[in-house]
């Protein structure tokens, strides 16, 4: 199957900072990607949702000026979460979405484990 | 509203054969999607079923029947590193996906 890179895999930032996470579709053009938040024993919680080079669709209860999410190429999704706070500690996944020679299917990155001090 | 059911748990023996219903409602329907997740990693990619029918990939298969908004996952020849939450999700009109709140499956020897 196609691959979805995502970076980093874990990281621990300091209360206020900010910190970016890079999702790559590897081998497949990514016409969406999805970004999820969860939290432990918990169902993934989507947060939003990016067409390439259109402004990301939020989902309800999710502060778009906090986490921001940039889509400007077919390979590549970033999403920012700006003055991070120990409530963000969370894992954020994202998935890239697009056709391969099996259709159309989605993939997930491998899921970055943030916890903030 | 969209929304996605399946069962919260269930139980099955090693070597066994268990069937994880999912029940969706959506906008539009662009396919539907299976993803095993164990716990503390991200989900992986079991299967996309977009036709009605069964489609088969070694122990696991999946059955979609569009007219009742409904799919299972079928996992054969059950081993203990099956163990983890099953993870159902429609695509709809705008192919985002639609996430059912996870299957928790655990096998016992």
């Known amino acids: 199957g196609a691959v979805v890179s995502q970076h980093p895999s874990w990281v621990i930032c300091k209360s206020g900072t900010s910190v970016k996470i890079e999702c790559r579709s590897l081998?497949?053009?990514?016409?969406?990607m999805f970004w999820y938040r969860q939290f432990p024993k918990q169902s993934l919680m989507l947060m939003a949702t990016?067409?390439?080079?259109?402004?990301?669709?939020?989902e309800q209860g999710v502060e778009k000026d906090k986490f921001l999410i940039n889509h400007a190429s077919l390979t590549l999704s970033t999403l920012t979460v700006t003055s991070a706070h120990p409530e963000d500690s969370s894992f954020y996944i994202c998935?890239?979405?697009?056709?391969?020679?099996?259709?159309?299917?989605?993939?997930f990155g491998q899921g970055t484990r943030l916890t903030v001090v | 509203g969209q929304n996605i059911d399946q069962p919260t748990e269930m139980t099955a023996t090693e070597g066994a054969i268990v069937q994880i219903n999912c029940t969706y409602q959506?906008?539009?329907?662009?396919?539907l999607f299976w993803y095993q997740q164990h716990a503390g990693e991200a989900p992986t990619f079991l299967s996309y079923?977009?036709l009605d029918g069964l489609e088969e990939k070694g122990r696991f298969s999946s059955f979609l029947s569009r007219s009742k908004g409904y799919s299972y996952l079928l996992l054969k020849e059950l081993q203990m590193k099956d163990s983890a939450s099953y993870l159902c999700?429609?695509?709809?009109?705008?192919?985002?996906?639609?996430w059912g709140a996870g299957t928790k499956l655990i096998i016992k020897p």
């Open positions: 081998d497949f053009q990514a016409t969406t």
């Open positions: 998935s890239a979405s697009g056709r391969t020679s099996e259709g159309t299917e989605a993939f």
């Open positions: 999700a429609a695509s709809d009109s705008n192919y985002q996906l639609i």
């Open positions: 959506t906008s539009g329907f662009n396919g």
């Open positions: 990016s067409n390439e080079g259109s402004k990301a669709t939020y």
């Open positions: 079923n977009v």
